[in-house]
């Protein structure tokens, strides 16, 4: 029986994605989560480890503290594989990337390349969103590197936007699907790790996306033509 893989979660807020990967990844999954670490002392995101009984390390960027340093001392006393950030703020410092080059995942709640970048964090993003009347938004999963929200797409997945949709609206029906998507990309991920295989794409859908009413006997789907 190969061990469990061990996922570093990195989170500076309330930590409902967090919460969500350690529903997932009890003892059937082929990983675990082995540390969470916050760059802010008071996140939500330490209780939610507390309460799971993970051990939690906080690293805030204060004068004379060296954060990579401080990162990479905690990922290698935990023994961690893979780093999952989930709602973490700061950008990972390069010798994290580096150290993990490949094994740094975000999530992210819009469809990138769109409505990413320095600054589009939290309600920024909805709000941008609604603000460029897109009738679809979603959230993405991406390696992560030295740049914010730029890495390779791993999976994105389709949610509405509905008229009159407020930016909370919006965002809670955004991270009712991160909840499910990112544990199960994570899934994916973890045997390539594991072999030290070139990642291969995940494909979620299958041939959900249709147009509404619309089934195979039908024939009304243009993929079907
Ligand atoms: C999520 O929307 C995630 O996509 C983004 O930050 C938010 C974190 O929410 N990166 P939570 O702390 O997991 O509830």
Redesign the pocket.
Known sequence: MTRPLRAAVF?S??????QALLDHATDDAAWRVGLVLSNRPDAG?LVRAEDAGVPRAVVAPEPGVDVEARMLAALHEHDIDFVL???YLRLVPAGVVTRYRGRVV????ALLPSFGGKGM??MNVHRAVLDAGVRVTG?TVHLADEVYDRGRILAQWPVPVRPGDTAEAV?AR??EV?HWLYPRVVDHLVPFWREGRELEPIDLAGDAFRPVGSSSSESQNPNDR
Not at 13 to 18: I, S
Request: aromatic letters at 4%.
């Open positions: 989170a807020g309330g930590g409902t994605n967090l995101a950030l989930a709602g975000n999530i992210h709640p964090y939290g959230p965002a955004v991270l991160e």
